[in-house]
């Protein structure tokens, strides 16, 4: 049994009674007070022109897929090293998911990769910052605005980070974030739509309320709404956003936490980085990162399978990250390759994710550090 788990949600102890308030208040749907509210902790905390609550980070992402306006015959370029929903947002559209290779410190987008990878039909770029550590922003600005591409930021696990002191998600044309139960900050599922421009606002408000004019009326500004686009339900509820308000509040306390249990991880795993055993994650400069996750690079795949096993025995929940999208049955579906994979495929079969979140005590750490350390023969 596991009894040193790979994630616990965070809870703040006094949920209950934000709940109840919402349940007592009656506003349970979209775009309610406590949502209002979270859009603007979130304005203020990443400097976003806007912000717009979602059902989870997949729905901001297909949100921005609507907003870019890609279709069939229209490329997308983007890291295999990522989640599914980076590409699915795309490939609903029609779209093609183009994947390179990722850069061997961060494993987030190599921005040379993705120059080599345009063409004519090029339309967007997504940069998915892996692990909270930010991608090189600047690069792939550069990049997008010289060619007339969207730039897209799958900031799913970036909460709270920043990449030359600005906020992940917000430097791009468009940002998403994710609360799903495994991410810093979390309301089981939800997420966020970061609009980084005044052009994006009034469609956005439109796709998110299943191509209405809602929004315009809950603000009095038309006697009626009506279907006026295409659009879909894209709402959190304000019982989800009362759970992630609670959350929000806290965000400080919740990334200082978790950055002391990162940096405990790091001291305590380097003397088997120095006898060759282990890779220890690197944070470049420029990026302060939100300890999203504790990762460690072993020699080959039998070693990091024997390792997962072996404290899987010992009660401790560790995992690997992730099935690359382009050696997946539906990305060589519906994708494409551009250049050799080689960094991406190596971090998939050498890569371990170390237990992490508030609450886990220095023993903890230390616990699992000697049983990394006793699996490896360090
Ligand atoms: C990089 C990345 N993108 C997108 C998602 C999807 O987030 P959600 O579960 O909120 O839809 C995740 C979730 O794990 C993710 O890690």
Request: proline share 4%.
């Amino acid at each position: 049994m596991t009894d040193l788990p790979f994630n616990r949600p965070y809870r703040t102890g006094t949920e209950a009674a934000r709940i109840a308030a919402v349940l007592e208040r009656g506003w349970t749907g979209g775009n309610g007070p406590q949502s209002r509210h979270c859009e603007l902790l979130l304005k203020q905390l990443t400097q976003s022109h806007g912000v717009l609550l979602t059902h989870s980070c997949t729905g901001a992402l297909e949100m921005a897929a609507l907003l870019v306006d890609v279709g069939a015959g229209d490329e997308v370029i983007m890291p295999s090293f990522t989640f599914v929903s980076t590409a699915n947002a795309f490939v609903l559209r029609g779209a093609t998911p183009v994947f390179v290779d990722v850069d061997a410190v961060t494993l987030n987008i190599d921005p040379r990769r993705a120059a080599a990878a345009l063409t004519a039909r090029t339309k967007a770029i997504v940069a998915v910052h892996y692990g909270g550590v930010g991608c090189d922003m600047a690069a792939l600005s550069t990049l997008a605005a010289d060619h007339g591409l969207a730039l897209i930021e799958d900031a799913a696990q970036g909460i709270g980070a920043t990449v030359d002191g600005r906020a992940l998600g917000a430097i791009g044309d468009l940002g998403a974030l994710s609360f799903h139960e495994t991410k810093n900050v979390s309301c089981g599922e939800g997420g966020a739509l970061l609009l980084n421009d005044a052009r994006w606002l009034e469609r956005a408000e439109i796709l998110q309320e299943k191509g209405t004019n809602r929004s315009r009326f809950s603000r009095g500004e038309v006697d009626h709404y009506t279907w006026v686009d295409i659009g879909s339900s894209f709402l959190m509820s304000d019982v989800s956003a009362a759970l992630l308000a609670e959350q929000l509040e806290q965000l400080e306390q919740i990334t200082a936490a978790r950055l002391r249990i990162w940096d405990a991880y790091h001291a305590a795993l380097e003397p088997l980085e120095r006898a060759g055993l282990a890779q220890r994650p690197r944070i470049p400069a420029g990026a302060r990162h939100n300890a999203h996750l504790y990762r460690l690079m072993l020699p080959d795949r039998a070693t990091r399978d024997g390792l997962i096993a072996a404290l899987a025995v010992e009660g401790i929940g560790a995992y690997f990250h992730y099935v690359p999208l382009h050696s997946a049955p539906a990305g060589e579906r519906f994708g494409r390759v551009h250049g050799p994979m080689d960094v991406t495929d190596a971090a998939a079969g050498r890569l371990v994710r170390l237990p992490l979140w508030v609450g886990m005590t220095g023993g903890d750490v230390a616990r699992v550090a000697d049983a990394v350390r006793r699996a490896l023969g360090g």
